[in-house]
């Protein structure tokens, strides 16, 4: 098992893609990358905490190669948006790949390396390593699963859920 921690906007979206491949153990909303000793969301959405929402992704690679998790990443948000994903603008929605060590940082590397050729060498992702990490708020944890009517879920996170299900087929869980 591995655990990448990656943030490309709201967490909301991410966590809702990932939750449907195969091979993925565990999805963690979250906060990193700051420094408030105790961020929340509400903190964080200020802006000023310095904190990027992000999740945990646990997985299996025998099951779903790294790679595989590295690319759904830059599928599913635009890394050439420089703190802002689409509406949602700040430094907490910037997109970032946290490393806990230097292989994880090479991998790193070279998916956004791999991204940079198919988004026209413009990608802004950061690549940092990882300080404290902060669980989000138990209302977030699954939140699109728990709220599929609400309108941001809809409006935004439906549409990149349908993008990676096109596009990585092979991995989705059975229905």
């Not at 420089?82 to 946290?98: E, H, I, V």
């Not at 940092?128 to 309108?151: C, S, V």
Request: some cysteine.
């Amino acid at each position: 098992m591995q655990t990448f921690i990656l943030a490309g906007g709201c967490f909301w979206c991410l966590d809702a893609v990932y939750r449907v491949l195969q091979g993925v153990t565990a999805v963690v909303s979250g906060y990193t990358g700051g420094q408030s000793a105790f961020p929340d969301y509400e903190s964080v959405c200020t802006g000023r905490t310095g904190h990027a929402e992000a999740v945990a992704v646990t997985f299996d690679e025998s099951i779903i190669p790294e790679d595989v998790i590295l690319d759904v990443f830059f599928t599913l948000h635009d890394p050439r948006q420089l703190n802002r994903q689409g509406a949602d603008s700040g430094t907490q929605y910037r997109s970032a790949m946290f490393y806990s060590d230097d292989a994880q940082r090479e991998i790193f590397e070279a998916a956004r390396d791999r991204a940079s050729e198919i988004w026209g060498g413009s990608v802004v992702t950061e690549i940092t390593a990882l300080g404290k990490w902060f669980e989000a708020e138990g209302y977030h944890q699954d939140f699109f699963a728990k709220n599929p009517g609400q309108g941001y879920c809809m409006a935004v996170a439906l549409p990149k859920v349908n993008k990676v299900r096109k596009s990585y087929s092979q991995y989705l869980l059975a229905s």
